[in-house]
């Protein structure tokens, strides 16, 4: 299919990588619906706006990842008003900074919620779109430096990414045979209020980050790449832009 008949869900749109990546895939010529928590409709509603004024149709789809039904309705949303999914971008995520001694039960579990329920259920929903659809797709996760190896401090969101490269990797076995690959991106840090509330968080409990520090754009560009016709070749891959951090 050309880029101009092609659809994208984004999740975690309305600031960050997540707002780079749809802004990217909207420049490349396609339609995007954006995600978000439904406190951020009004960021939503902007990045929309942004969208259209490059030409593309967009509608924004609020929601808690973690909620089996909001996935479920938003992703029946994207494929009825803007004709189907093709590319989707699981991109949410949630950041604890502590030390696992003082970390209470309920927050390790909404780290998880956020980032691994929430990534299966919007795999789980696209997949079965696009086996529907029956003419292939992308399915991309967001993973992390810190799912490549641990860093002191953020054990319950380095645990979480470790988990969507290995649902990511299962996932693409799984789907192979619709045509649809399944990849994530791995960052490091890169200048967003999520890397500064890292920094924040590691000075806090004597842990300094000393990283390279890189911009969204780098990792939008990858996405931009993976979900193109050319990158059919690649499959349950964990591509991580991060300036010479980890190295694979």
């Known amino acids: 299919m050309s880029d101009s008949t092609r659809v994208a869900y984004v999740s975690g749109a309305a600031q960050g990588i997540g707002l780079k990546i749809a802004l990217r895939l909207a420049d490349d010529g396609l339609d995007v619906a954006v995600n978000d928590i439904p406190s951020k409709q009004a960021q939503l509603e902007e990045v929309v706006s942004q969208i259209k004024a490059k030409g593309r149709r967009a509608i924004a789809v609020p929601g808690d990842v973690s909620v089996e039904e909001d ?32 970390i209470d ?28 659809q029956g003419r292939g797709g992308r399915i991309l ?21 470790f988990a969507v490269r290995g649902l990511t990797q299962c996932l693409s076995i799984e789907l192979a045979k619709h045509n649809i690959t399944v990849n994530c991106y791995a960052p490091g840090i890169v200048v967003t209020q999520m890397a500064l509330d890292l920094g924040a968080g590691l000075a806090a409990i004597g842990m300094p980050a000393e990283i390279p520090v890189g911009d969204p754009e780098s990792v939008s560009s990858i996405v931009s790449y993976l979900v193109k016709p050319e990158a059919s070749f690649i499959t349950g891959q964990s591509i991580s832009p991060n300036g010479g951090a980890v190295l694979d």
């Open 71 to 102: 996935v479920r309705s938003m992703i029946d949303k994207v494929a009825a008003e803007l004709g189907g999914l093709d590319v989707l971008v699981a991109n949410a995520g949630l950041l604890l900074v502590k030390a696992v001694q003082d």
């Open 105 to 132: 039960a309920e927050e390790w579990d909404r780290v998880m919620a956020v980032n691994i329920r929430g990534t299966m259920l919007q795999y789980k929903y696209a997949a079965r779109q696009m086996i529907k």
């Open 141 to 161: 996760g967001a993973s992390s430096v810190a799912g490549k190896r641990g860093w002191g401090g953020i054990s319950a969101y380095s645990a979480s990414k």
